[in-house]
Each structure stands twice: as structure tokens, then as C-alpha cells.
């Protein structure tokens, strides 16, 4: 027996010479499964060693060659939460020097995971093992590919995690469909929305019955949005198409909200009410307040506030509540399409429900209000938005500054665009445009050039806007030399080689002689007769009643179905805003040319140079430049002006076949109409147009002013005076053009007390006189003279 038997100098040191190694003979097998308890010791023992000073250098001795390393091993001491990531980073490392051991998928697959703990952190170890493997041809599994794009795209490391994608292209085509998702979210946050389509397009067409939940909704509804804000309508429509040949496609309620509001914002206003149709035909989903917000915003923008106005009285009987954002989007769809008694009511009401307005609510009433020219409301609702507490913005100055401007009310404008430079609030380069535009108009070019050296010294962008606002109106006032000095002063070098280059193009392109084959065509060509402008407008419009459609008193959107049912007639046919002769506030190489064509088109038409203006568009829509509905407009209006009614009529027929919302027929196209509808005094016309837009939801100030005008011309003062009743209904206030244009009608048809009325309610209103006014005055005293004269010879002779 063994028993107090003398221990040999073999035996004679403890079981665990090192706590690594029993001896120099005897290897522990951890897997063996009679010994659990040594290979539970052994780790225990290796966590100890890493635990301590020293870390892996404690492994590094005579002994620690002989333990033999496996995959379960290693797992063990990954897998321990008490050791410190870097310790279990260097104890990898060290494995991976041992020539009798080889890292598995599975050890690679653990240490990376470990690593996503803290992404940003260890970004360099991660991409360090992911070089590892692909060196030894280890494959990475794809639940571990996910897990990494995950944990870098929850740190906001998107291009960290694209980049992964450079070390795992060898498994990109054995990925599990689901792990796409995580590949998209990472391109469409990194802004690689390209390659975010083409992944999306190869995730679809893998799709099949087996894994038809493969893709997410949420990950198609991001890119959805993602391509909506940047604009990409092609690729959007694209997405949605390829979505939509899927049976079981991937979208949820949110998903048909991105796509009804995208179309909506779009002109596209048929498919957001089609798609509107589909949710509640299909019972897929129940529209949310957020689906009503959308189809209200795509109404507005579409100029059918009419119809938004219905569907948002609605949206509160239909088991929804309005929220601010409902109550914003109607309150601007009435204040731009100058429904400012509508938009005064909702704002009450939005208070009356709890709901605090925010500045950009006080913005969109305080801009109605001026170009309703209802100073004195813009004025107590500016004190209003102060009481509240809603801080102004540098936009709400500068609607401020530019309806006093347009109210006539220039000395107040300039006052304060004074004292907010004054202030050094408030101020920023559109300030400076709007002011330059107004002081422009007046003729003041040297005072303009000194705000543009002053926006220049203030380091505020002279944009092509405020250049184009100075070009026009030096060759208004024949000021040819204030080009050169505009060009000393603009240090803006993007834009100004860019300007001098299109110049000259444009002057040496003018000069070019063309054939007289193309001087002999027409440009335009005659469609047909002006007078039939009324069946142009019928065929695009189909004006909705709620009181003349059939209600279905089941539905909790009757309305709503209706307009749904009615989709395909349901086009814009007035857009919301009236078209700019430039619309970007600075250089845009897609834009550039058709904004410097608008101005030279304006600049030639100033000057009554007609064919100067129609060759230089005939030269640039022949470059494949694309006119806008300004460049549209401006040639109408000379034409009519002209006399010229039935190509203006052929310039109409070109713009409503563009079919684009950038050539919609919009304010000022109307007002040509009504223009030339009076010079053929076909008055009768052009009451029947009004009704038409007034059903459409969308008359402004000048429109009413340009029909005022034909009806009294044409001696229809009853629909005069109804006009003048409409107009005021709508919230709008007659300005000084309204009450010059009621009087000199009224003089010239011998109806002088009605003339005299509107001279007093023109006083009692507090609108100031203009020079035309003093015309005015002295044609009705002249008249009034007559009229005396004439009554008393008439007693003489009785």
C-alpha cells in the first residue's frame, strides 16, 4: 500500500506545478468526459492567469506548450462575463499564435460578438479577425454578418458597417434573405441610396413562398422615405411598383402613408386617394389619423382646398382626432390659396381644442393675411404671436417685411429692415432679396447695389435670385453700367463665371441668323380659338359637391371614398403657388440655364422685344431645356397684350400637354385668360372661368381685380358687384387696384353715384391713393361736371 509511503521526487510537488499544467507527461483533455472537474479547473485557472498582471504573458512558459487547446476551450473562456474584453481579445490572439490550434467559425463567430459590446470601440480588432478569416479561408456564418451590421448601425457607424461588406463579399451570395435588411439600413443611413435600391431589387426577386417574411417592413418603409426625401421620384415609383408585384408584399399602414403623402407632394394625387381605396377595400389596414394628414396635405398641395376642407370636418366624425400637424397643413392649404376666413376659424378652433400654434403656424396666417391685404389683422396677430410667447423667426420678419412692402407700406418695411441690422437678429440673405426686389421695382438701383455690397460685407450669399432681380431692372432703367460694377462686387466664384458664361452663349446665340424656313413656322401653333377656353378647363376639372354625391352612411369616410371612386378626374388644374422666374436660391446646374432664360425672356419682354423673347426660347427648348410654367406665362401675357389671343390660346395647349407640375397652369395663367377674355369682351367667359376656379378652391386678389375689370368693361355691374361680394367672403380685402378699378368702370358707364360710393368706401377702408387714383378722381370730377352741366341746360330748356 501507498499509505505513508514516502513520496518520490517525482510526486513530490503539488497536483498543479502550474496551475496550467498537472505535469510534463500528462496532457488535460478537456473534452474527456472523465474529466469535467479538471477542465472546469483548467479554465477557472486560465481566467485567473489572463485576470492578473501580465495577461497572457503569465500562459507564456515552458508548461503552457503542452496544454492542448480546442474550440469548447476556447468557447469556455470567451464565453466568461467576469474576464475583460481585452483580455479575452488578447487570450484570441494568443490562441491564434499556437501552431497545434486553429481559430473555428465558431471562436471567430464568439470574439465578434464579444467585440460588438462596444463597436466603435474595438472597430480596429473586428476588422483586424474579419482580415483573419479570410486569410484562412474561415467562411463567416451570416447570423454573425448581422449581428455585426446591427451593432455598428445602433452606433450610427454606417460606414463601418458598408464596410464589413468589403471582407464578407466571399458569403454575400450564401446570406440568409433576412440579413439584407441589415445591409439596407446601412446603405440607405450612409446615404448610399444607388446600391440601397440594387440590394432591395436582388432581397425581392429572392422572395419566395418559403421566405416570404424575409424582408421587413420597416426596412422598406425607411428606404421609401429615404428616396422621398431626396427627392428621387423615378426610383420611388420604381420601389413601390416592384413591392406591389409581390402577393404578400411587405408594407404596413406606415408604409401607405409614406407612399399616399410622396405621390400626393408629388402631383400624383390619383394614386394617393387610389391607395387610400386599396386599404380600406382589402381591409389591410384601418387608416390612421396619419393617412388623413397626408391625403389633407396632398389636397392642398394639389389647389383642391375645397375638398381638403370637407375631409378634414371628416377626419373628426370618423373616430380620429385632429392633431397639430392636421391643423398646420390645413391652416397653410387656406392661407396660400387666400381662404384666410377658413384658415382663421381652424386656428380658433385649434386653441379652442388645447393646441398651442408655433411659429410656423403665426407664419403661414401672418403671410395670408398681407396678401389678403388685411394689414391691420397681420399687425394684431404679429402682437398675438408675442403674448404667446411663439418666438419669431428670421421668416417671420421676412414675410413681414415683404407684405408691407406689397401693402404699400414700403417706408414701414424699410423702418424695420433697419432696425433688425440694427439689432443684428433676424437679418439673413433673403432679407436682403426681398428688399433689393421691392427697391428694384421703385427704380432705386443705386440704393439696391449699396445692399448688395453691405450683403457681401455681411458675408450673406448673393444669390442668382437677387442677381436676376438686379439684371432686369437695369435694363429696365437702361443702367447697363451697373453690370460691371455687380460683377466687381459679387465674390460668389461658383456662380459669377457661370453667369458670364451663359451670357455670352445666349448673346452670341442670338445673333446666330436662323432659316427662314423656321422664322415662317409658328412657334405656337393654333389649337383652336380662344373663346374656347372654358372646355379646355371642363375637360380637366370635375368640381365636387358634398351635397350632390351619394353617402354612404356606413363609411367613416364618405367623402374620402367618393374622392377616392373619382380619382382619374380628379387633376390639378391650378397649382397652389404662383410660378417664380427663379426658383432656386443658388446655383443648380439642372436649373441654371431654364432661371437665366426666364430672365432674359423677362428682360426682352420689358422692352416689348416679343420675337427676341420667343427665339431666345425656341433656342433652349431646342437644347433640351425645359420651360416652367413662369416661362409659360410671361409669353402669354405678351401675346394677349399683343393681341395676339389665339397663339396665347396655342401657348395654353403646350403647357397643359406637358403634363408636368412644373408647367401647371397656376395664378398669373388664369389672369392672362381673364385678360384676354376682355379684349375679345367675351365677359360672360370669363364670369364662367371665375366660377369654375371658385369651385376649384383657388381665386386670388389680382384675379378678382383682372375680372372686376372685363365685367365692368363689358357693362355686367351686377356680376361686378357680385364678384366684389365673393371676394370678400373669402377673407380677402379689396386693395387699392380693386376700389380704382370699381371707380373708373362705374365713371366710364355713366354710373357716377356708384362711382362716388366706391370712392367713400375706399376712404372709410383707409386704402391709400396712387397716382392712377388721382387719374381717377379727376376722370369721375370731370364726369360729375358733365353731369351738372347737362341737368342744368335740361332746366333751361324746361
Known amino acids: 500500500m501507498l499509505h505513508g509511503r514516502r513520496r518520490t521526487a517525482s510526486h513530490s510537488k503539488p497536483l498543479f506545478r502550474n496551475p496550467l499544467i498537472r505535469s510534463k507527461t500528462t496532457i488535460i483533455q478537456p473534452n474527456n468526459s472523465k474529466s469535467k472537474l479538471g477542465t472546469f479547473l483548467l479554465v477557472a485557472s486560465i481566467v485567473k492567469s489572463l485576470s492578473e498582471p501580465g495577461g497572457t504573458r503569465n500562459l507564456n512558459n515552458e508548461e503552457s506548450s503542452l496544454i492542448s487547446l480546442s474550440e469548447p476551450l476556447v468557447l469556455q473562456i470567451l464565453r466568461r462575463s467576469s474576464l475583460d474584453v481585452s483580455k479575452k481579445v488578447d487570450f484570441f490572439k494568443w490562441c491564434s499564435l499556437r501552431h497545434n490550434y486553429k481559430h473555428s467559425a465558431s471562436t471567430y463567430s464568439q470574439v465578434l460578438q464579444t467585440l460588438c459590446i462596444n463597436p466603435v470601440i474595438h472597430k480596429n480588432d473586428i476588422f ?11 467562411v463567416l456564418d451570416s447570423s454573425t454578418f448581422k449581428f455585426l451590421l446591427d451593432s455598428f448601425i445602433k452606433s450610427g457607424n454606417f460606414d463601418s458597417a458598408l464596410e464589413i461588406l468589403d471582407h464578407a ?3 454575400l451570395d450564401r446570406l440568409n434573405p433576412d440579413v439584407y435588411n441589415s445591409v439596407l439600413i446601412a446603405l440607405i443611413r450612409s446615404n448610399h441610396l444607388t446600391m440601397a435600391l440594387f440590394t432591395f431589387f436582388k432581397l425581392l426577386d429572392s422572395i419566395t413562398d418559403e421566405n416570404k417574411n424575409s424582408m421587413d417592413a420597416a426596412t422598406c418603409n425607411e428606404l421609401l422615405v429615404a428616396l422621398r426625401k431626396a427627392g428621387m421620384r423615378a426610383e420611388f415609383r420604381n420601389a413601390f411598383d416592384k413591392l406591389r408585384e409581390k402577393k404578400n408584399f411587405p408594407i404596413d399602414v406606415r408604409g401607405y402613408n409614406i407612399c399616399i403623402h410622396g405621390f400626393g407632394n408629388w402631383g400624383k394625387l390619383e394614386t394617393s386617394l387610389n391607395l387610400f381605396k386599396e386599404m380600406k377595400e382589402k381591409s389591410l389596414f384601418a387608416p390612421d389619423l396619419c393617412t388623413y394628414n397626408s391625403l389633407i396635405q396632398s389636397l392642398c398641395f394639389n389647389g383642391k382646398v375645397n375638398d381638403a376642407l370637407i375631409v378634414f370636418q371628416e377626419l373628426k366624425t370618423s373616430g380620429h382626432e385632429p392633431d397639430p400637424f392636421t391643423y398646420r397643413i ?5 392661407c396660400k390659396c387666400y381662404k384666410i376666413n377658413d384658415a382663421t376659424k381652424i386656428f380658433s378652433e385649434m386653441q379652442h381644442n388645447g393646441f398651442l400654434p408655433d411659429t410656423i403656424i403665426y407664419n403661414s396666417l401672418l403671410d395670408g393675411f398681407l396678401k389678403s391685404r388685411k394689414l391691420t389683422d397681420a399687425c394684431q396677430l404679429f402682437d398675438k404671436m408675442s403674448d404667446d410667447g411663439v418666438r419669431a423667426s428670421s421668416s417671420t420678419y421676412n414675410i413681414l417685411i415683404d407684405g408691407l412692402f406689397k401693402n404699400r407700406r414700403g417706408q414701414a418695411a424699410y423702418a424695420l429692415f433697419g432696425d433688425l441690422k440694427k439689432k443684428g437678429q433676424f437679418v439673413d440673405g433673403i432679407t436682403y432679396s426681398i428688399v433689393i426686389l421691392h427697391i428694384c421695382k421703385e427704380g432705386m438701383i443705386d440704393e439696391a447695389m449699396e445692399l448688395v455690397e453691405e ?16 439684371l432686369v431692372a437695369f435694363n429696365k432703367e437702361g443702367r447697363r453700367g451697373c453690370e460691371e460694377r455687380l460683377m466687381k462686387h459679387i465674390k460668389n466664384s461658383n456662380l459669377m463665371p457661370t ?7 445666349m ?7 436662323q432659316s427662314r424656313e423656321k422664322d415662317s413656322t409658328f412657334m405656337f401653333p393654333m389649337k383652336g380659338d380662344f373663346k374656347e377656353i372654358l372646355s379646355l378647363i371642363t375637360q380637366n376639372t370635375n368640381p365636387s359637391r358634398k351635397d350632390t354625391i351619394d353617402i354612404n352612411p356606413w363609411s367613416s369616410s364618405p367623402y374620402m371614398d367618393h374622392l377616392a371612386d373619382e380619382a382619374k378626374s380628379n387633376k390639378q388644374i391650378i397649382s397652389s403657388s404662383k410660378g417664380k422666374r427663379v426658383e432656386e436660391k443658388g446655383i443648380n446646374v439642372n436649373s441654371f440655364d431654364v432661371n437665366m432664360m426666364n430672365t432674359y425672356i423677362s428682360i ?5 422685344k416679343l420675337s427676341l423673347a420667343c427665339k431666345l426660347f425656341e433656342i433652349f427648348t431646342d437644347l433640351g431645356v425645359d420651360p416652367v410654367s413662369y416661362t409659360y406665362n410671361s409669353l402669354m401675357s405678351s401675346l394677349v397684350k399683343k393681341g395676339y389671343l389665339n397663339e396665347a390660346y396655342g401657348v395654353l395647349s403646350e403647357m397643359g400637354n406637358k403634363k408636368d407640375s412644373a408647367t401647371t397652369a397656376d395664378v398669373a395663367t388664369y389672369n392672362m385668360i381673364f385678360q384676354g377674355l376682355g379684349k375679345m369682351g367675351r365677359a360672360d367667359l ?4 371665375l366660377r369654375r376656379l371658385v369651385d376649384g378652391g383657388f381665386v386670388d386678389l389680382v384675379m378678382y381685380n383682372t375680372l372686376i375689370n372685363v365685367l365692368g368693361k363689358g357693362g355686367r355691374f351686377d356680376e361686378v358687384n357680385r364678384v366684389l361680394e365673393e371676394m370678400k367672403r373669402s377673407g380677402i380685402n379689396p386693395d387699392v387696384v380693386t376700389y380704382n378699378t370699381l371707380i373708373e368702370v362705374n365713371c366710364k358707364g355713366g354710373r357716377l353715384k356708384e362711382a362716388h360710393k366706391f370712392l367713400k368706401m375706399m376712404v372709410d377702408a383707409d386704402c391709400a391713393p396712387n397716382h392712377v387714383t388721382d387719374t381717377t378722381l379727376e376722370f369721375l370730377e370731370k364726369e360729375i361736371e358733365k353731369q351738372k352741366h347737362k341737368q342744368k341746360s335740361k332746366r333751361r330748356r324746361t
Not at 330 to 334: D, F, K, L, S, Y
Not at 499 to 505: E, P, R, S, Y
Open 604 to 608: 426682352y419682354l420689358t422692352k416689348g
Open 330 to 334: 390645413i391652416i397653410q392649404g387656406c
Open 169 to 171: 463579399e466571399n458569403i
Open 686 to 689: 370669363a364670369s364662367a372661368v
Open 507 to 513: 448673346e452670341s446665340s442670338m445673333k446666330d441668323p
Open 455 to 470: 450683403m457681401e460685407s455681411r458675408n450673406f450669399v448673393v444669390d442668382l435670385v437677387t442677381i436676376t432681380h438686379l
Open 499 to 505: 453667369l458670364l458664361k451663359w451670357k455670352a452663349n
Open 128 to 138: 483586424e479577425f474579419l482580415a483573419s478569416m479570410n486569410r484562412e479561408g474561415v
